[in-house]
């Protein structure tokens, strides 16, 4: 796989690659799925609404086809939730509206807060691979990962940091927080990741 997309907690890249081995078009998928969020996610609240107020089969319907082209695009990108919009979907081809009026608002706040985390990853700046907030989640990353003291965490944020392309002002603090991952020392990586988030 030659994605060289960082990590994302909820998506696995490996799977999304059997969908979309092109990472243009990963991108585009990415693009697209920003920009419909609001879209897609009031369409689904609007026939859970309509379920809601009469369970006929055409609401089941209706709100199956919403859940379905979600799922959809929830496979292709490799996210853990199609698990769960796959749940919403044998439930309303079923016709059963309890997992649906439980589950649904909450498959919601879900994909709206995974939109939230990709959508750094869909604002290249041209000529440069290197995305800020991507670059301070990475970061972020680290920190927690040398707080809980897990090596293969850090190394493999790391990993990213190191194949950004990292603007000139940055790459002191990359290089200070390198050697305190590679030393294990966990003030020094602090001390980077405070300098690197601007934190003071």
């Known amino acids: 796989m030659d994605y060289n997309m960082p990590p994302v907690p909820g998506i696995d890249w490996e799977k999304a690659y059997q969908y ?7 991108q585009m998928v990415l693009q697209e799925v920003c920009a419909t969020a609001d879209e897609q996610t009031g369409l689904l609240l609007e026939f859970l609404e309509a379920l809601r107020a009469a369970p006929t089969t055409e609401t089941f319907r209706d709100y199956r086809v919403q859940v379905h082209s979600m799922k959809a695009t929830l496979r292709s990108l490799g996210a853990e939730l199609f698990s769960e919009a796959l749940a919403l979907e044998e439930a309303a081809r ?8 439980q589950e649904t608002e909450g498959f919601i706040d879900c994909y709206a807060d995974l939109v939230r985390k990709i959508a750094p ?12 907030e991507t670059f301070a989640e990475l970061v972020r990353n680290v920190r927690s990962a040398m707080e809980m003291f897990d090596v293969s965490a850090i190394q493999e944020n790391l990993k990213h940091i190191r194949e950004t392309d990292v603007p000139k002002e940055y790459q002191a603090g990359v290089d200070q927080l390198a050697a305190g991952c590679r030393d294990l020392d ?9 300098a690197l988030l601007n934190e003071g």
């Open 20 to 26: 979309l081995p092109d990472k243009e078009i990963l």
């Open 94 to 101: 079923d016709e059963r509206p309890e997992p649906i009026l």
């Open 121 to 132: 990853l869909t604002t290249e700046t041209p000529g440069s691979d290197f995305h800020p």
């Open 186 to 194: 966990g003030e020094k990586v602090e001390a980077a990741c405070k």
